[in-house]
């Protein structure tokens, strides 16, 4: 069974950093595009940030870009995701998610994923 585990997630004040991990557990995802989406209560889920799976292109949401940083590790089966000045509206379960289709451009539609990890919330304060 294929499984994404988030990590890193927790409270932290306005202005600090967080580092959120995924780990694969089936190294076939370092072939794939990966992602982070966030979905705040009330919210429709959101694409936050995304990466080839060379690792060589990046993408970012303007809300977050500057302040995120997205990277991978493909020997290991993991993607990270650096977040700093984090704001109350960053507040959100964050997911990661891999791109099965073999895309090479990372998608923001949320419904072209096809694997998610449970999530990992974080929260900022004011």
């Known amino acids: 069974q294929v499984q994404l585990v988030e990590s890193g997630g927790g409270l932290v004040q306005a202005g600090g950093s967080l580092r959120l991990s995924c780990t694969a557990s089936?190294?076939?995802?370092?072939?794939?595009?990966m992602a982070w989406f966030r979905q705040a209560p009330g919210k429709e889920r959101e694409f936050v940030a995304g990466?080839?799976?060379?690792?060589?292109?990046?993408y970012y949401a303007d809300s977050v870009k500057g302040r995120f940083t997205i990277s991978r590790d493909n020997a290991k089966s993991t993607m990270s995701l650096q977040m700093n000045i984090l704001k109350p509206e960053d507040t959100a379960v964050y997911y990661c998610a891999v791109d099965v289709s073999r895309a090479t451009v990372a998608s923001r539609t949320a419904p072209n994923y096809g694997y998610w990890g449970q999530g990992t919330q974080v929260t900022v304060s004011s």
């Open positions: 089936r190294s076939m995802f370092r072939t794939y595009v």
């Open positions: 990466i080839s799976w060379t690792g060589g292109s990046t």
